[in-house]
């Protein structure tokens, strides 16, 4: 500013020769002027050299070291001062690669992100500074990311295993659980029941979405027949007794006339057919009063068996063992 008048403000200080033009410049931008022009060197006593930024520490930090491909993190970068406190942002970077920026509040800044690819990833969080702050860069955070599994299912039973008497059934609960976000149909059955009798699931196919998906397998066994023969009644008895010791009385009759005739023909041979008739009806009625009659079955037969559970759902295939005590 050319005073032109040669008036010298009141906040200055004349140190110039006498003579010549006065040129005021406000140099160190404090508003207030300070004025250098050739032999004229006018000093402001109230002025102030400008502050020079503080320097800053930048730490980065995350709750975890390691993590699965598609998950969160939060990164939380923490800017220091000697004196005052920084604001401004945070460039939070994956090598190179920005991952997003973080505004400073009461020195901190954060950062959540599912963006980390499967890997070894070095992490950096860059202060950008402020009108009082340098810009400072935090030391390198590495997290291990590991590759997502492929989605799948485990397959379970409950009960695993099961005692049950022949002709009797019992059941587990037959359980998919998805993993890696499977939600496709998985289709069951089951094998390895013992002789008369049958497994069954229920139902044949279950679809796991966002949750656990049950059914029910259900083993039903064979009863053993426990049929007797009805033994005969005195008076069925009585005739077969009868019948027989007349077939008996006959035949020996007939046979001792004959051989007195000496006639060794066939009515000779035909008395001893009688004879021969008579006895085995007297030994068979005999035999059959004390018949029990424990009688054959087809139940299923005791024992320990393993019976298989199968899922299937495209190429992916599980199995599962139920164990079965049949008493």
Do not use: M
């Not at 229920?202 to 039903?220: D, K």
């Not at 020996?252 to 006895?279: D, E, K, M, N, S």
Request: aromatic share 4%; charged share 5%; proline share 6%.
């Amino acid at each position: 500013i050319d005073l032109g008048n040669g008036v010298i403000p009141v906040d200055l200080i004349d140190v110039s020769v006498p003579g010549g033009a006065t040129v005021a410049l406000d140099l160190n931008k404090d508003g207030k002027p300070d004025i250098i022009a050739g032999n004229v060197i006018l000093l402001n006593i109230y002025g102030s050299a400008p502050v020079a930024p503080a320097a800053t520490t930048t730490a980065l930090t995350a709750p975890v070291a390691s993590i699965t491909a598609g998950a969160s993190i939060t990164f939380t970068a923490t800017v220091t001062a000697a004196a005052g406190t920084p604001t401004g942002t945070v460039n939070f970077l994956d090598g190179v690669t920005s991952l997003g920026t973080g505004t400073v509040t009461a020195g901190v800044a954060t950062l959540t992100t599912t963006a980390l690819p499967a890997g070894s990833d070095s992490i950096t969080a860059v202060y950008s500074g402020d009108a009082n702050f340098t810009g400072s860069t935090s030391s390198a955070l590495v997290i291990t990311v590991t590759a997502a599994p492929a989605p799948s299912f485990t397959l379970s039973l409950s009960p695993g295993s099961g005692s049950v008497a022949s002709g009797s059934s019992v059941s587990s609960t037959v359980t998919i659980t998805p993993a890696g976000g499977f939600n496709s149909a998985v289709s069951l059955s089951c094998s390895g029941a013992p002789s008369n009798a049958t497994c069954s699931i229920s139902p044949a196919s279950v679809t796991p979405n966002g949750s656990a998906a049950t059914a029910t397998l259900t083993i039903q066994t064979g009863a053993q027949s426990t049929a007797l023969a009805r033994p005969p009644t005195p008076a069925e008895s009585n005739n077969s007794s009868r019948t027989a010791l007349a077939f008996l009385g006959g035949g020996a009759l007939l046979g001792f006339a004959l051989l007195r005739r000496r006639q060794a023909g066939w009515y000779a041979q035909l008395g001893l057919a009688l004879i021969f008739l008579g006895a085995s009806a007297v030994i068979g009625c005999g035999g059959s009063s004390s018949n029990s009659g424990g009688g054959g079955g087809h139940g299923t037969p005791s024992g320990t068996y393993t019976i298989t559970v199968t899922a299937t759902s495209g190429a992916t295939t599980q199995t599962a063992a139920y164990s079965l005590t049949v008493q």
